[in-house]
């Protein structure tokens, strides 16, 4: 058997490799993404800004002074002609930190070179540039981003700046691949997590299913840490398998000691006056009742159920039949028509004995129903008693606990009845319900399997 990594290792290189493929995607889509273009404008552009005629893509501002120089007085001169005011009441500064620009294509670009404006021409037979009175910078020229100012006729200046269009566009395409880059690093993750705890679940669901007469339940595969727990967790079900036994086995020798002297109790008892001789004849009756009960209730937990395809319909119809011979009001109301499981069927008789046994106690009669709810059938079991009180509906099916608190002899059992009940349908992966009906009377139901779910 191959054997795993350490949970620490597997973890340590599970962090590893994970910020190795997060850092190795990130670097991919820096470099391979094309760096945004820079902003270029035009004065056709910045004086329509300014006359507010569209505002797309610059921002505005109005301000009480002028914003702070150094000036472009080429720009300037070429946005008051474009605006038709005195060159004074206009300010142009660069936007960039140290003002330079790109001249690129044909045409008329503007380039800043240290406190110059040059102006550069280009077309295909090549370029020529100019600067100072010579510099006359046509309207659609494009030239680096810069800030347009103009003063209105309160004093204040209106200010306009271009937004970045090209960035915001990068800025998308990298959100867009990062979130590509996540979603291809989360599936090998989410693999590497899922391969990492299936040894933990599969030991959390053998410790579901374990029980005392299941041997070794805990798989030993997976890391050596998972492995030396589930090897911890089958040691110590031996452990409590072996004490249950040993007590299991004096409580059976105890009770076969018991009844000996019961037995010869019970001889007597025939030679006892007739006044005293059958109340003396029920009390050793009943003790020998409650030692098989509890040997019973013993004996579910460490014989494993011997499962068998059972058709609940006529298995209901044949109980109900026998109890009719002994002259018992116990009936079948008709549920679902061909309802089966897979069943110990001593054992589900036996819970069904219980609950019907309750039921002729407390009401006369009984009334079973066989319900398929689809994934499971459910086993009702009605009379018309007086119910539980609803405080102790909770803790009724513990063992040695009476529907009836005055332990008489006429109505009082044992106590055993419904927890051997409850732990037949746990035994089969089921439960046992009690509710109260209305306007009176006791539901109790087991719910199994059907044939179809297991």
Same mark, same amino acid.
């Given at each position: ?12 290189? %599970?962090?590893? +490799? ?33 006359? #507010?005629?569209? +505002? ?39 936007? $960039? ?34 600067? /100072?009175? $010579? ?36 800025? %998308?395409?990298?959100? %867009? ?5 996540? #979603? ?37 595969? #997976? ?6 727990? /589930? ?30 002297? %019961? ?65 018992? $009001? ?22 069904? $004995? ?10 006369? +009669? ?28 909770? /803790? ?33 992966? /089921? ?24």
């Amino acid at each position: 058997m191959r054997r795993s990594l350490p949970i620490l290792a597997q973890v340590a290189a %599970l962090a590893f +490799s994970t910020l190795v493929l997060a850092f190795t995607l990130c670097f991919g889509i820096v470099l391979l993404t094309p760096a945004p273009t820079p902003i270029r404008m035009t004065i056709r552009e910045a004086a329509i800004a300014l006359r #507010g005629d569209a +505002s797309d893509g610059f921002q505005t501002a109005v301000r009480a002074t002028p914003p702070t120089g150094p000036y472009v007085r080429e720009v300037e001169t070429a946005l008051a002609q474009a605006m038709r005011v005195r060159p004074e009441r206009v300010r142009v500064r660069w936007l $960039d930190g140290d003002g330079a620009g790109k001249a690129s294509g044909t045409g008329q670009s503007v380039v800043l070179v240290g406190d110059r404006t040059l102006l550069v021409d280009s077309d295909a037979g090549g370029f020529r540039m100019r600067y /100072g009175a $010579d510099a006359l910078i046509e309207p659609d020229a494009e030239m680096p981003a810069f800030e347009a100012s103009i003063q209105q006729m309160d004093g204040r200046w209106r200010s306009v700046t271009p937004t970045d269009r090209h960035l915001a566009a990068w800025r %998308l395409r990298m959100m %867009l691949a990062f979130a590509a880059a996540l #979603g291809l690093l989360a599936v090998p993750v989410w693999i590497a997590a899922r391969s990492l705890s299936r040894p933990v679940r599969k030991l959390a669901e053998a410790a579901a299913r374990s029980g005392l007469n299941t041997k070794a339940p805990f798989p030993l595969d #997976g890391p050596p840490e998972v492995e030396a727990v /589930g090897a911890a967790m089958n040691a110590m079900h031996a452990r409590l398998a072996k004490q249950a036994e040993e007590r299991f086995r004096d409580f059976a020798a105890v009770a076969h000691d018991i009844r000996t002297p %019961l037995t010869a109790l019970r001889i007597r008892a025939e030679l006892v006056p007739q006044g005293e001789r059958q109340r003396m004849i029920d009390d050793l009756d009943r003790m020998a009742a409650m030692i098989s009960e509890v040997l019973d209730y013993a004996r579910i937990d460490r014989q494993p159920a011997s499962l068998d395809r059972i058709d609940l319909t006529s298995f209901a119809a044949k109980m109900a039949a026998d109890r009719r011979s002994l002259g018992q $009001d116990v009936s079948v109301i008709s549920g679902s028509a061909h309802a089966s499981v897979l069943a110990d069927e001593p054992m589900l008789h036996r819970a069904i $004995d219980n609950l019907v046994d309750n039921a002729l106690r407390f009401a006369g +009669s009984a009334a079973l129903t066989i319900e398929d709810a689809g994934d499971q059938v459910e086993i009702h079991i009605d009379d018309n008693g007086p119910g539980i009180p609803a405080n102790a509906l909770p /803790g009724i099916v513990a063992p040695f606990q009476r529907m009836e608190p005055s332990r008489s002899r006429s109505t009082g059992g044992v106590g055993l009845g419904l927890a051997i009940a409850d732990r037949i349908a746990t035994a089969h992966g /089921g439960r046992l319900i009690l509710t109260n009906r209305v306007p009176h009377g006791l539901r109790a139901t087991i719910t199994l399997m059907s044939r179809s779910s297991a």
